[in-house]
């Protein structure tokens, strides 16, 4: 049998294709026509398409206004308020610890600090403070930067900054390769950049921000790996492969430039994400579906007889190697503390049982023992905190966390209010169950993988957390921000919906005559201007609380017109 009889006996009946920006599905009874390179059915060519890679000019300038949106509202006035606001005060220290002492290091004592974080976010931070400075007056520690010297408030906030403007130009390329649409893309990244959750951990020094950015970069190389998978498959169908034929014969060609190389890179950044907080290690199985259940699609749309049997037997082992990739990125944000003598853990002592001197392996076991004391303290960390919350408060906003607040200073009032509030942009963030709910229904009637992978990440952000409540552990909102780009995600892609025509050849109602391009375009720009208004209501809404994100001073009585929920935001 031909590779063009195959697939044209695969695509007959009911058939799947995707509308541009919409991921809509619709019915084709029909055979697919032959079209003339390689023989390969249309459906097929639909079904195996991808977002065009030759660069996009206008593409890139649309992207380019959003981050710069970002931007300037992360990096305006960034050494505001001065000092260190909440766990600033640990994570800025740690951070020049580990440029100045390769290790986290308690000036107080002179001696290692126990964290029981891992280090790559405080070296991140502490990057930013080697290059624009760090000072520390309790500690007497003042030292300029590498590159030039700033507020030491910019020095230790760059870093996230740096991290939430990447992360936003991250979502934008990452829908509009989702969704096919620039626009949507840009939707994606705009709410993300208006969210005050997200700007306000992108403006201090905390851990969260850079957990996000990893975890988003890790899915973002995942879609390429999946896109790229699928153009390796539709070049071999050209080529005149037989999907049917048994072992190498019905597989496109080998060797090292066919390696799913963004899997791999996949497996490095997810490394990088469980290097920041282990809390990213969620997403290591939500991940591994996705790429099986790409690889299974991909197979099943080039005729592959047996495509899960296939699947498996090719793209497991590249998912263990992506997996030992991830262990070994890991382990190598660690060589601060493994090649210096001063790490906490680093080597036996009378009151330290179970570590080790021996040479290599010595230092591995003793790693693993710090790695068993710190899980030991998150597993068993209940101590209450004013500003703790249950995950099921998390997206209806019900306990913010207030990194900052301040009465001092004049602003033209009797009494002044200055708070920094980690609170998302609540019109956004009330969005967000709705928007799952949305993506679930519109996703199975339209049997669409954008909408699974979207609530798969989201689920695989925040359920975990809902069973670690059971057992009381003390836990705060912003645990929750490796799922925030997959929430935007899911609002974007309702959004989608709401502003696509009706899928083409879809059944009209009985006696009604199906909708023709004029009821199509007056579809596309109802939806269009409704989500037009929906954006900017998020802005306006973004706009009055940017105050109580940023910390400026405002008269008493304008910050508690911004305390909703009955003074719960307190």
Request: one cysteine or more; hydrophobic letters at 50%; charged letters at 15%.
């Amino acid at each position: 049998m031909t590779s063009a009889s195959t697939a044209q006996s695969a695509s007959a009946g009911q058939a799947k294709t995707e509308h541009a920006g919409t991921g809509a599905a619709t019915d084709e009874s029909a055979p697919a026509p032959i079209s003339g390179g390689g023989g390969v059915p249309a459906i097929v060519r639909r079904r195996l398409a991808t977002v065009d890679a030759r660069l996009d000019v206008n593409s890139w300038l649309a992207t380019a206004v959003v981050v710069a949106i970002a931007a300037i509202l992360r990096l305006v006035d960034l050494s505001s308020p001065k000092g260190k606001i909440f766990d600033e005060i640990y994570y800025a220290r740690d951070g020049w610890g580990l440029v100045d002492k390769g290790v986290e290091w308690n000036y107080k004592d002179n001696g290692p600090s126990y964290v029981v974080h891992p280090p790559l976010g405080k070296w991140l931070i502490g990057l930013g403070e080697w290059a624009f400075g760090y000072s520390d007056a309790e500690h007497n520690i003042s030292v300029p930067g590498h590159l030039m010297t700033t507020a030491p408030e910019f020095g230790w906030r760059i870093g996230a900054a740096i991290a939430g403007i990447v992360s936003v130009l991250l979502l934008v390329r990452i829908g509009r390769r989702l969704f096919r649409s620039t626009t949507l893309g840009c939707v994606a990244g705009l709410l993300l950049a208006l969210d005050g959750f997200h700007l306000v951990l992108s403006r201090t020094a905390l851990l969260d921000i850079f957990l996000l950015l990893f975890v988003l970069a890790a899915f973002g190389a995942l879609v390429l790996d999946r896109d790229a998978r699928r153009r390796r498959w539709s070049r071999a169908l050209e080529a005149g492969l037989d999907p049917t034929a048994a072992g190498r014969a019905g597989r496109p060609a080998g060797g090292w430039r066919n390696w799913p190389w963004w899997r791999l890179a996949a497996g490095v950044l997810l490394g990088c994400a469980c290097a920041v907080k282990w809390s990213a290690v969620y997403f290591l199985p939500a991940f591994a579906l996705l790429a099986l259940f790409w690889e299974v699609g991909v197979r099943r749309s080039a005729g592959v007889r047996r495509p899960w049997r296939d699947a498996l037997l090719d793209e497991v082992p590249w998912l263990a190697l992506a997996g030992v990739l991830m262990v070994v990125t890991y382990v190598a944000t660690w060589s601060g503390w493994l090649l210096t003598d001063d790490g906490y853990y680093r080597h036996a002592g009378p009151n330290m049982p179970g570590l080790s001197d021996t040479p290599y392996l010595g230092a591995l076991n003793n790693l693993w023992e710090y790695h068993k004391a710190a899980y030991g303290f998150h597993t068993t960390l209940d101590k209450s905190h004013p500003y703790q919350s249950w995950p099921w408060q998390w997206l209806l906003l019900g306990r913010p966390v207030a990194f900052h607040w301040s009465g001092d200073g004049a602003c033209g009032a009797p009494t002044c209010a200055s708070e920094v509030l980690l609170l998302g942009t609540p019109l956004l963030w009330w969005s967000f169950l709705p928007a799952l709910f949305g993506a679930a229904w519109i996703g199975v009637a339209r049997r669409d993988w954008r909408a699974g992978a979207i609530l798969l990440c989201a689920a695989a952000g925040l359920l975990p957390w809902f069973w670690f409540a059971l057992d009381g552990r003390t836990m705060f909102s912003f645990y929750a921000a490796p799922a925030l780009p997959f929430l935007v995600l899911a609002v974007v892609y309702v959004l989608g919906a709401i502003a696509s025509p009706a899928p083409a050849g879809a059944r009209a109602p009985a006696g009604d005559p199906p909708p023709g391009p004029d009821d199509a375009a007056d579809r596309r720009l109802v939806g269009g201007i409704a989500v037009g208004v929906y954006v900017l209501l998020v802005a306006l809404c973004f706009a009055y609380f940017y105050p109580i994100f940023v910390g400026r001073l405002l008269p008493y009585a304008e910050w508690s017109a911004r305390i909703w929920l009955d003074g719960r935001w307190t």
